[in-house]
């Protein structure tokens, strides 16, 4: 199913519900926390033979402090600096399954900021500034060894997700799996686990 692109002339307003109802909490069952641990904890051997060759989850804390983009975040202008008046899509619903909407970077950053908590907006970068300043304010993972840190098959390898109450559905990968890290505020994962048990 294709999208169709709409211009910001179009006037398309996002969502902006009194209250948005997330999935994980109308789904029954028993909730339990990932495991999680410090990224000075973590030994880079560890972490791949315990989980990406086990493809089990885990949240790890502290992967970025050190990451330059960290603190320039809190600059209102810095992603404006890198993409300016670059002509984007963006989407008013959940995993950007709806229409597109077409508009200028630094506008669309407004939006974000000027638009009400409840608010949903969606938009994916693909490629980094040209000039490669943005990729050098992202720092390296100190328990991914290099050797591991293999080309992608499908997705380009550095994506950047910009967002705001934003979501996705239940889906599979098919390709790749990646190392999801979060510069500013906060996004709820949830992973579930199905039993399966004989009837009759």
Known sequence: MESSAKSESNKILPINNDEII????LIPGIVKPL????AKDLKADEFYKE???KQKPLVIKGAALDWPAVQKLKNPNYLESFFGTQEINYFTEFNGLGNQIKIKFDKYVELLRNSSKNAVFQTLIHQWAPD??????LGPFSFLEAKHDRPTRMYAKKRI?????????FHYHPWDETLTVQLLSKKT????????TQCG
């Open 51 to 53: 989980f990406i060759c």
């Open 132 to 137: 490669n300043r943005l990729t050098e304010d």
């Open 22 to 25: 997330k999935v994980i909490n």
């Open 189 to 196: 994962f949830f992973f579930i686990y199905i039993v399966r």
């Open 35 to 38: 495991p999680c641990v410090l």
């Open 161 to 169: 997700f910009i967002y705001k109450n934003a979501g996705t559905d």
